[in-house]
């Protein structure tokens, strides 16, 4: 069974600081995906980033970057230069030959 | 482009009735997924839809809860009767052809609150 766990339900921030979100997950496959999901109190899904789990370099767009650990099955998401709009809830996502699962989520709120 | 496109936004409806969530996926688009989000279940895939046929419907809590897809530009979720528990946003998704290593792209999800 494919598992997402992300163990930290609510985080902050001051704006202009570096926070990482953490997910673990666990996955009998050899091929999959992970992503992240921003959901701003807009309700909208957005996604933020994805790694390829074949690929060992870490994906990075703009502010955001993962850490992939593929041993330890880790996958923790860095937002550096954190800005008010970054404010919302966070989903590690995992994928592999059949089904999407989704961790619990990890609520961000970035301070002024 | 027009992104997924669910309708309606809000449903306030009384216990016992009928409801039906609307959703039209990205043209193109060859994957269609229905989620559930809840405070205390997170995000949780209900069915999944490849080429308009239901592939995977093990997420569906009950037979309370059917879901159509009749073409590749529409696909329905309907729960008869609801009930108070079905209360929560419900989000569509859909994919292009290659399925499940590509991101799903979310319409802006439909809250239902059961009286």
């Known amino acids: 069974a494919q598992t997402v766990t992300q163990s930290q339900p609510e985080m902050s921030v001051q704006e202009a600081e570096t926070v990482t979100l953490s997910c673990t997950y666990d996955?009998?496959?050899?091929?999959?995906?992970l992503f992240w999901y921003k959901q701003p109190p807009s309700r909208q899904m957005i996604l933020v980033i994805r790694?390829?789990?074949?690929?060992?370099q870490n994906a990075t767009e703009n502010r955001f970057s993962v850490n992939f650990q593929k041993a330890a099955k880790s996958f923790s998401l860095k937002i550096s230069d954190s800005q008010l709009g970054d404010t919302a809830m966070y989903f590690c996502?995992?994928?592999?030959?059949?089904?999407?699962?989704f961790g619990t989520g990890t609520r961000l709120k970035v301070l002024a | 482009d027009a992104g997924v496109i669910q309708s309606p936004r809000h449903e306030v409806t009384e216990m016992g009735q009928e409801v039906t969530l609307r959703c039209k996926p990205i043209?193109?688009?060859?994957?269609l997924f229905w989620y559930r989000q809840t405070m205390m279940r997170g995000l949780e895939l209900l069915i999944y839809?490849?080429?308009?046929?239901?592939?995977?419907d093990s997420g569906m809590p009950e037979d309370r809860f059917s879901a159509k897809m009749p073409n590749a530009s529409f696909s329905t979720l309907k729960i008869q009767p609801s009930e108070p528990r079905d209360s929560a946003v419900y989000f569509c998704?859909?994919?292009?052809?290659?399925?499940?290593?590509?991101?799903?792209?979310f319409g802006d999800g439909t809250r239902l609150s059961i009286l």
């Open positions: 998704a859909s994919s292009p052809g290659t399925g499940f290593n590509q991101p799903q792209h």
């Open positions: 996955t009998s496959e050899s091929n999959y995906y």
């Open positions: 790694q390829e789990a074949y690929k060992q």
């Open positions: 996502g995992l994928t592999g030959t059949y089904k999407y699962i």
């Open positions: 043209s193109g688009h060859d994957y």
């Open positions: 839809f490849n080429n308009n046929v239901p592939i995977d």
